[in-house]
């Protein structure tokens, strides 16, 4: 299951059209850099693990796994905060 703000949210990865969930462009500058995306979402996110995939100009750079363990909804939006 991908969490997308919308079906039109999608960007090619290894000859497949891939669902993004949010995007962000980032100034890169050969140093640490604290980012944080938001993400808007107004459904139940169920308890579960979640995985995180982040790519840059089509390259898959890392994943992260999480875990909810009670159902969590919500009316406002996510902030995942991304640290190197």
Do not use: H, P
């Not at 462009?25 to 995306?37: R, S, T």
């Not at 890392?62 to 406002?76: A, H, Q, S, V, Y």
């Amino acid at each position: 299951m991908v969490l997308a703000y919308s079906e039109g949210d999608v960007f090619s990865f290894q000859g497949e059209n891939i669902v993004y969930s949010a995007k962000r462009q980032i100034e890169y500058e050969n140093k640490d850099l604290d980012v944080c995306i938001f993400w808007d979402n107004n459904d139940k996110l169920i308890t579960g693990t979640y995985t995180v995939d982040i790519f840059t100009d089509g390259v898959l750079i890392g994943t992260t796994k999480f875990n909810i363990k009670n159902n969590l909804e919500t009316d406002t939006g996510k902030a995942l905060l991304l640290r190197r």
